[in-house]
């Protein structure tokens, strides 16, 4: 059994900053892929951006690249989102998922494993 707990949420001003964490407990998640996916009010569940703990390769929606970046430390079973520039429009539930074997980053049937969600708030 896996846990995966996120943090960090809050309120933050348009143009602001916020960094995510999702904390793993149990053993090794050294080949393990880690996403991040997010849910706005009325909206459907959609990718934010992954990672290939195995490879260290990234992959990022459009509409979050060169605003967000992810980023792993293994020796803490953590993995962050570090998020700039934020807008009203990125205001959502954050949702950590990480999957043993994942075929396509982008899609949720291919993990396995998800958190309970940390709410992000962006003012205008």
């Known amino acids: 059994q896996v846990q995966l707990v996120e943090s960090g949420g809050g309120l933050v001003q348009a143009g602001g900053s916020l960094r995510l964490s999702c904390a793993a407990s149990g053993r090794t998640f050294a080949r393990y892929a880690v996403g991040w996916f997010r849910q706005g009010p009325g909206r459907e569940r959609e990718f934010v951006a992954a990672i290939n703990w195995g490879g260290s390769s990234t992959y990022y929606a459009d509409s979050v690249k060169g605003r967000f970046t992810i980023s792993r430390d293994n020796a803490k079973n953590t993995i962050y989102l570090q998020m700039n520039s934020l807008n009203p429009e990125d205001t959502a539930v954050y949702y950590c998922?990480?999957?043993?074997?994942?075929?396509?980053?982008?899609?949720?049937?291919?993990?396995?494993?998800w958190g309970q969600g940390t709410q992000v708030t962006v003012s205008s």
């Open positions: 998922a990480a999957g043993i074997f994942v075929g396509n980053y982008y899609a949720e049937k291919d993990y396995d494993y």
